[in-house]
C-alpha cells in the first residue's frame, strides 16, 4: 500500500507544515486500518500566523468590487462540479456518508457557489429619505474583517462551503479550521481557492485540535466573527470566549428533531420520510429525524411498516452504490450510540429494530451500527430528549395535533421538524406552532436547500441563519450607514425640522 499523502496547512498563499511537526491521521471509519492521509496537528502559533496573514490580505481583498470577488466563486463552482465524484469519493472514504450522499454533500458546495456568484452583483443595501433637505441617506455591507470558520465533520464540504463563500463575496479574509475526522473535504475546497487564484492570504486553513486552533481563533483580538458548527455544549464555550474580545458568533448546534405523523398521514409517505430523516448519514445530521410522534390511531400500523423499511437497509460500504448506512465516523461516536441504546433499555423503552453492534466480519473493521428503532418512549426519558447522533430514534404516541405540538416542542433544542397530514389546516397550524427554524410538511426532517435560511432556535443557534440564503449576509457584515449632507450649511437632525 503506497505511503498516505501528507497534507499541510496553507497560510499566506503557501502550504506549510505546522511548527510543532506533529501529525494527525485521517483514517476512514469503514476500516480503520485505512489512513486517508496525516494533517497537520497545529498550535497556537500557527494559527497566530494565518491570522496574521488574513488580517493583512484583509486590506486589499475589502477593495476588491464584489461582482469581481464573486468570479473567483463561480469558478469554484465550476471545478467542484468537475470534480465532483473524485471529491465524494474521497469524502466517504474519510467519514463513511454513503457516496450518493456524499455527491449530495459537494452539490451543496457547487449550489453556494453558483448562487453566491451572483451576490456578487447585488449585495443590495438601502437607501431612504433624509428628515433634513439636500442630504442623502443610505446604508451599505461592509464586511467584517478576518473570520474565524470551525466545521464539522458530518458535511464536510457543504458547511464549509456554507461559511467560506458568503464571507468572501462579502469581502472577507478566512481562517477556516476543519473538524479532524475530515479535514481531507475543505482541503479540496482551500486548494481550489488557490487554483482559481484569489490572492494569497485571503482564504487560510489550519487543521488542529479544537483547542489549540479553535481556541486561538476565538480568543484573538484581530478575529473578529467566529462562525461555529458543532454541539451545543461547544458553541456554549465558543459563545463565551468570543465575549472577552466582543467578537461576532455565529453558532448552529445540536437537534432533537420532531416529525409528527396524524391520522389522515399517507403512511407509506411518512413511513420513507422516517426511515430517510433518521438513517441517511447514519443518523449523524443536526436535521436528523430523532423522534417520530405518531397518532395513536395508527401507531402499530405505522411502526410494523417502519420496522420492515429500515430492517431491510443495506449496511456495508458506502463506497457500493446500493449501499443505504455507512459507519460512525469514529470509535468515540459509536459509544455514544451504544451508551444510548443502553440508556433506553434502562429507561424501559423497546428496541424493536437494531440495537446490537453489527460484529460479522465485513463489519469488524469498521464503526457499524444498525439502525435502531425504539417504541414505547415517553417525553421525559433521555433518550427522547438528549442529541444521540447516530441511526437511532425514538417513537412517541399522541392523542391528537395539540399533544403531539406540546411533546415536539418540549426539548431544548429547535432545529428541524415536520409533520406528515393531508388537512391543510393542521398543516398550517404545526408550520406555525413548532419552535423551529425549519419545519416541512409531508417531507422529511432533512433536506434542506441551501438558497434558503438554514439555522435554529433555543439550544440550537443563537439567532443566525446560515447557507446561501440572503440571512448569510447579515452573518458576514456589518451594515454602515452613511449621510451625505450637501446643503453647505450645518443641519440638526431632530431639532431642524421639529
Ligand atoms: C447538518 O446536519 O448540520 O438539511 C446540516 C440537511 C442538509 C444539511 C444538514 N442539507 O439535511
Redesign the pocket.
Known amino acids: 500500500m503506497a505511503e498516505p499523502k501528507s497534507y499541510r496547512n496553507f497560510i499566506d498563499g503557501e502550504w506549510v507544515e505546522a511548527s510543532s511537526r506533529g501529525a494527525l491521521e485521517d483514517r476512514s471509519p469503514a476500516d480503520k486500518g485505512e489512513v486517508i492521509g496525516t494533517f497537520q496537528d497545529s498550535g497556537e502559533a500557527d494559527a497566530d500566523a494565518a491570522i496574521a496573514a488574513a488580517a493583512r490580505a484583509f486590506r486589499r481583498w475589502r477593495l476588491v468590487p464584489a461582482p469581481k470577488r464573486a468570479e473567483y466563486l463561480f469558478r469554484m463552482g465550476e471545478i467542484l462540479l468537475k470534480r465532483k465524484e473524485e471529491y465524494a469519493r474521497e469524502m466517504t472514504r474519510e467519514m463513511g456518508k454513503p457516496i450518493r450522499e456524499a455527491r449530495?454533500d459537494v452539490q451543496?458546495a457547487i449550489d453556494v457557489c453558483y448562487h453566491l456568484a451572483g451576490e456578487g452583483r447585488r449585495l443590495h443595501g438601502h437607501t431612504t429619505p433624509s428628515e433634513l433637505p439636500n442630504k442623502a441617506c443610505f446604508s451599505v455591507r461592509a464586511p467584517i474583517g478576518v473570520c474565524g470558520l470551525i466545521t464539522?465533520w458530518?458535511?464536510p464540504m457543504?458547511?464549509p462551503s456554507w461559511k467560506l463563500i458568503p464571507a468572501l463575496v462579502c469581502g472577507n479574509a478566512v481562517v477556516l479550521k476543519p473538524a479532524s475526522d475530515a479535514p481531507l473535504s475543505s482541503y479540496h475546497l482551500v486548494k481550489i481557492c488557490q487554483e482559481v487564484g484569489i490572492p494569497r492570504g485571503v482564504v487560510n486553513y489550519v487543521t488542529g485540535s479544537g483547542a489549540a486552533v479553535g481556541g486561538r481563533l476565538t480568543a484573538h483580538p484581530e478575529v473578529r466573527l467566529i462562525s461555529f458548527?458543532g454541539s451545543s455544549e461547544v458553541g456554549r464555550l465558543v459563545n463565551l470566549a468570543c465575549a472577552d474580545t466582543f467578537k461576532r458568533a455565529s453558532l448552529?448546534m445540536g437537534?432533537k428533531n420532531a416529525m409528527i405523523v396524524m391520522d389522515d398521514a399517507r403512511l407509506d409517505l411518512a413511513v420513507d420520510g422516517a426511515v430517510w430523516g433518521a438513517f441517511?448519514?447514519a443518523g449523524?445530521?443536526?436535521?436528523?429525524t430523532s423522534r417520530i410522534i405518531v397518532h395513536k390511531k395508527v401507531l402499530k400500523d405505522f411502526v410494523d411498516r417502519l420496522v420492515e423499511r429500515a430492517g431491510g437497509l443495506k449496511i456495508g460500504d458506502p463506497l457500493q452504490e446500493s449501499v443505504d448506512l455507512g459507519p460512525l465516523v469514529n470509535e468515540a461516536q459509536l459509544k455514544k450510540v451504544m451508551d444510548y441504546v443502553q440508556i433506553g433499555r434502562d429507561e424501559g423503552a423497546d428496541p424493536v429494530l437494531g440495537g446490537v453492534r453489527l460484529t460479522k466480519a465485513e463489519y469488524g473493521r469498521g464503526f457499524f451500527f444498525p439502525p435502531t428503532i425504539f417504541t414505547g418512549v415517553t417525553p421525559e426519558m433521555r433518550i427522547a430528549r438528549e442529541e444521540i447522533f447516530g441511526p437511532v430514534v425514538c417513537v412517541l404516541a399522541a392523542d391528537g395535533l395539540d399533544d403531539a405540538l406540546a411533546i415536539a416542542n418540549d426539548t431544548l433544542y429547535g432545529l428541524?421538524s415536520s409533520i406528515y397530514t393531508q388537512d391543510v389546516n393542521r398543516a398550517f397550524t404545526a408550520a406555525r406552532d413548532l419552535e423551529t427554524g425549519?419545519t416541512y410538511v409531508n417531507a422529511s426532517?432533512?433536506?434542506?436547500?441551501?438558497h434558503l435560511p438554514?439555522g435554529g432556535v433555543k439550544r440550537t443557534g443563537n439567532g443566525h441563519r446560515e447557507g446561501a440564503a440572503h440571512t448569510a449576509l447579515d452573518i458576514f457584515t456589518e451594515w454602515k450607514t452613511v449621510y451625505v449632507d450637501y446643503s453647505g450649511k450645518l443641519q440638526k437632525a431632530q431639532i431642524d425640522n421639529g
Open positions: 449530495g451543496e464539522p458530518n458535511f457543504a458547511i458548527t448552529e437537534g441517511a448519514t449523524q445530521r443536526c436535521t436528523a428541524s425549519i426532517t432533512i433536506g434542506a436547500e441551501t438554514f
